[in-house]
């Protein structure tokens, strides 16, 4: 059951789209690429469109929509004063440097002097004044404010007009106040700037109402795409920005292509309509043969693992962290990822993203060792008593345990039954508590019923161990999952540590960044040795695009679309 925690960040279901149009210049500029690992002439065209797709949406409002497509779109429009690395890590965007004083309370801010709204307008600090004032103004429904709010976790408050005050020192310096240092203010300032300009009034709270209007809301920004128009429920145009700091971007034309669902905008790029899509599944390989599309995988942030309830004296007792560690190495992880996501997954001990700067190196410990975890279970005094195969404890109750999933996943129940006959070998029995006999006729009242199914389990402690996933946000905040006072919902293992806690703690108040490294190292450490569940792996996703765009584009869990303004549109040379 995917986490729907609002640091968007973490939602990974977005697709693009297909060159449909292209009209050539006179003058064609001839470059190599390399394409399938083979070098072929291209001809760089001088116009022409790229087609992504968009679902139905409410509102153009960067602030305040809840469409993942929209919400991907926006960024080619709209920037922060941080953006995220390759490495998760926050680096200035529209800053040019900071600093971090006053133990981590106040971050001062240096802006860009060479930034231009789309409109011809002066970017300066009155503009990032005036979006934190309208986000402290938003009801608390406002999706950035839910992510700032969410990124200090249960660690500290959870009111965004106490978190965030700012001093403007001149037009490209001020002074960004926090009510205790905590270690993500920069990855809170990753939200959209806008412009204080175009909403502004006599009346400050008309001007903040004004920016958080849903209806007939022009979009401009500083990003490298400006808004041309929008032709509401069908598409959306976006012209390269010849103005943009960086360069005007080699793709002329960006089209929104409002689609009905994920299977409509798959159809629509596999026949050329749109020029970019999410790839369904796991099984994109198929389209690796296919010269029209190039493939580009990256690491999601889907997070799938084995939570246990510790409600359950057998797994908090004194023996249980042995059966833990057991399980742990009684599970072939890298077959589950080669059989089952047909090996686009990666294997990692702890609930942080692989590719995260935080990323420590005792990360991955638990290696596939089913006679070391026989030996484990053996010296924590558990035998098979009756030669059954399974394992009893001195108490002469068997290691048998039910695992629970929600039966509508497929990867999950494969999941699950790979599980059970890896535990068999070492002597634990698993019983799957779910019922796949109807899974091909599946309705959408069923689905619903399955959510709630698993919701009720989860939130009465009616399970022993279930398999379960969430959506991790782009900032690395744990406490939802392992903080003893987390609601049942989060932490739904009942599992309730002091150590635990206070490590949470000191990660989420170390505001310095070589500090933060440590706390995180020294928090990993102990979820490694206390095992509060299974870390299996984050699985993961790729983008297709039409061969016809070239360029740097790396796609990611928090911006599908990043580097697409890099790119260029091409055609094969004659």
Known sequence: MKSKRITILLIICLISSFITSCDY???????????????????????????????????????????????????????????????????PQLASAYTIDNEGKKVSIKLNDNVYWHDGEKFTSEDVLFTINTLKYADNNTIYKKMISD???LIGTQDVNKIIDVKVIDEYNLDIF????????????????????IFDNKNKNQGYKNALDMDNYIPIGTGPFKYESYDKFKSITLKAYDNYREGKPGIDTVVGKVL????????????????????????????KNNNRINVIEYLSNNYEFLGFNFDKEVFSNDKGLEIRKAIYYGINRQDIISKV???????????IHPQSWLISNVANYYGYNSELAKKILNS????DIDGDNILEGEDGNKLSFRLTTNSFNPYRTKMAEMIKDDLKEIGIN??????????????????????DRIANILDSGNFDIVLTGWQMSVIPELSFLYMSDASKLSNFSRYKNETMDNLLIEANMSFDREGKVAQYEKLQKYVIEDIPNISLFFDNSAILVDSSIVGDLTPSFFNLYKGLERCVLTTSAE
């Open 341 to 351: 996501l047909l090996g686009h997954g990666t294997q990692i001990d702890v609930p």
């Open 380 to 383: 924590a005094g558990f035998r």
């Open 430 to 451: 698993i019983v799957l508590d779910f019922d796949t006999s109807y899974m091909d006729n599946i309705t959408e009242e069923m689905r619903t019923n399955e959510v």
């Open 260 to 287: 009905e669902d994920e299977e409509l905008i798959l159809t629509s790029f596999e026949t050329g309509q749109i020029s970019l899509a999410k790839a369904s599944g796991v099984d994109w390989d198929k389209y």
């Open 25 to 91: 210049d006179n003058d064609k500029e001839v470059v190599d690429i390399d394409n399938k690992q083979e070098e072929l002439n291209y001809l760089i065209t001088g116009s022409g469109q790229v087609i992504l797709p968009l679902t139905n949406f409410s509102t153009l409002n960067p602030l305040i929509t809840e469409n993942v497509y929209y919400f991907y779109f926006s960024k080619l429009i709209f920037e922060g004063l941080f953006d995220f690395d390759e490495n998760l890590k926050p680096v």
């Open 178 to 197: 926090f009510s205790g240092g905590f270690s993500n203010s920069l990855e809170i300032l990753t939200f959209p700037i806008i412009a204080k300009h």
């Open 151 to 153: 990124s200090v976790g």
